[in-house]
């Protein structure tokens, strides 16, 4: 079971860490995802992490977001840097045996709001 949280509301050139803890099981051998959907649009996949640590973005977040994993401590982290009114969503955080493949598992949502 996935928990995501660190969501929040801030102000547009802000940064923050988004955490996907998972309970009852490891997220060693998983590949963890971030995804958001935001008001009226489309689900959007952003950042995807394999178990081997090799990671995948999406052109939009680019340079500005950055997913990790800590195994020891069953995390894995979305730190999201220059956020703007854009990235205004609700984020999930979801599992598969490797990027490639579809999510099979997803954790609640976390809101993000960016707004001055």
């Known amino acids: 079971q996935l928990q995501a949280s660190g969501g929040g509301s801030v102000q547009p050139g802000d940064s923050l860490r988004l955490s996907c803890a998972a309970s009852?099981?490891?997220?060693?051998?998983?590949?963890i995802g971030w995804i958001r959907r935001a008001p009226g649009k489309q689900r959007e996949g952003l950042a995807c992490?394999?178990?081997?640590?090799?990671?995948f973005y999406a052109d939009s977040v680019k340079g500005r977001f950055t997913i990790s994993r800590d195994n020891a401590r069953n995390t894995v982290y979305l730190q999201m840097k220059d956020l703007n009114p854009e990235d205004t969503a609700v984020y999930y955080c979801?599992?598969?045996?490797?990027?490639?493949?579809?999510?099979?598992?997803w954790g609640q949502g976390t809101q993000v709001t960016v707004s001055s």
């Open positions: 979801a599992g598969s045996p490797l990027c490639a493949y579809d999510y099979d598992y």
């Open positions: 009852g099981s490891t997220l060693a051998g998983s590949a």
């Open positions: 992490v394999n178990s081997d640590g090799s990671t």
